[in-house]
């Protein structure tokens, strides 16, 4: 087995960080190395956590990442910031508030940036996944910030999802992007010690009630004050509860299985757009098209066709 | 294959300013790199541990308390002692001329001092980035 794989499986922090590195870079090596990861994945708990900026997810992160620790489960982090779309660089700084995990070796963390490449973030961190999975943590927490839908496609990943809002933001709840609140497994309130916290909860409850009213499943709201460690271990309860309603409904499974399919979806994706992109004579191809596209020779869907047709034959 | 170079700005010891190192950061940021910030007071382990685990090309370390000599070198060495070749250290902050060569010795490739242009520091980075 290759070196760096096997290193992957010991769970060497050195070969995690190296194949994460390989999967963000897109580097041609990725898809032979991935391949001979699957096999080894399937037992992490994946948590996705989203919320406003400033909501304190990094430090109910780290809070979480302590309760979890006690239990003797490792944690690997995946915490993602948006990319500039001007610069292309990113500032990644949910560290910041989980550097006391620094010199744990049970914890990896890894920051991302959204990048913005073609499907780029939804299966890089599928890859991302899939590493620390094989890397035996048991349980994954991916940290995004719940503004758009990328965000919400790679929340999509996680067994369970986990909305944090903060009291006092008047009406950010309605200002949230609707499918961010919908994707809700749990929702926490945190800087619970803010006296509009009930409030809020008011406001969430009132969503819930008319978003479950014919759902078994009632969504659970959680109070928390992450930097003092009030309401974690509710927190880890709740999760756990989540966690139990899916396998018994046989809603996991199924969870799953749209994760595969989505995966396959953005690998075949992905592939298609560097057969399509990375051909010389097609490039070529698809700019005298664009010229006739141009001076309406032909139109963009006969064209794709054309393009289409190229690949498949 | 769409390769960012990827920065850690690390603050060692025992030293509060980082006002220099988020304007340092900020300036690589807006280069295209990929910058992870680590807060203040990093030990030299912390340091190299985050460096592994971000699987960055380059680190920056800032530090304006005059332990440079000492944390600065210790970090160097941590990288030596952990096998890890390929990483760029440079340093900045308030750093006396006379304590520059023997920096550099030491394995910490660029120094800079107070008035440097950001501009040259990520010259720098991108010239002398090692993968």
Not at chain 1, 218 to 238: L, R, S
Not at chain 1, 248 to 271: D, G, H, N, P, S
Request: proline fraction near 2%.
């Amino acid at each position: 087995m290759n070196e760096l794989i096997s290193g992957v499986l010991r769970g060497d922090p050195r070969s995690v960080a190296r194949l994460i590195t390989y999967v963000e870079n897109q580097s041609e090596k990725t898809s032979e190395f991935m391949k001979q990861i699957h096999s080894h994945t399937g037992k992490a708990q994946i948590i996705g956590i989203t919320g406003v900026m400033g909501s304190g997810k990094s430090t109910l992160i780290c809070e979480l990442t302590r309760k979890y620790r006690e239990q003797g489960k490792s944690v690997g982090i995946i915490a993602i910031d948006p990319t500039s779309p001007f610069s292309g660089g990113a500032l990644l700084g949910d560290r910041v508030r989980m550097m006391e995990l620094a010199m744990d070796k049970d914890v990896f963390i890894r920051s991302m940036g959204t990048r913005g490449v073609l499907g780029g973030l939804t299966s890089a961190v599928y890859d991302v996944v899939e590493i620390l999975d094989a890397s035996k943590k048991d349980i994954i927490i991916i940290e995004t910030v719940g503004v758009g839908q990328a965000e919400v496609d790679v929340v999509k990943i996680a067994d369970t999802t986990i909305v944090v809002l903060v009291p006092g933001l008047g009406d950010s709840i309605q200002t949230i992007k609707a499918g961010v609140m919908e994707i809700a497994d749990i929702f926490v309130v945190n800087k619970a010690d803010n006296p509009k916290v009930e409030q809020t909860i008011a406001e969430i409850q009132s969503l819930v009630d008319i978003s479950c009213f014919d759902k078994e499943r009632k969504i659970p709201i959680v109070k928390t004050i992450a930097k003092q460690g009030d309401g974690i271990g509710e927190m880890i309860g709740e999760i756990e509860k989540h966690r139990k309603y899916l396998d018994e409904t046989k809603t996991f499974e199924m969870q799953r299985r749209l994760r595969y399919e989505a995966e396959l979806v953005e690998i075949i994706k992905k592939q298609l757009m560097s057969m399509i992109f990375d051909e010389e004579t097609l490039k070529k191809k698809i700019d005298t098209l664009l010229n006739k596209i141009y001076s309406k020779e032909i139109d963009p869907y006969t064209a794709s066709e054309e393009i289409l047709g190229k690949i498949l034959k | 294959m769409d390769k960012k170079i990827r920065v850690l700005v690390a603050k060692p010891g025992l030293d509060g300013h980082d006002r220099g190192a988020k304007v340092v950061a900020r300036a690589l940021r807006d280069a295209g790199m990929e910058v992870i910030y680590t807060g203040l007071h990093q030990t030299a382990d912390m340091i190299v541990e985050t460096a592994i685990q971000e699987d960055v090309d380059v680190i920056g370390l800032s530090l304006l308390s005059g332990a440079h000599m000492t944390l600065f070198i210790d970090v160097a060495k941590l990288l030596k002692k952990n096998d890890i070749n390929d990483v760029l250290v440079v340093g900045g902050g308030i750093i006396p001329e006379q304590d520059i060569p023997k920096l550099k010795k030491a394995g910490i490739a660029g120094v800079f001092g107070p008035g440097t242009h950001c501009d040259e520091i990520v010259d720098f980075i991108k010239k002398n980035v090692k993968r």
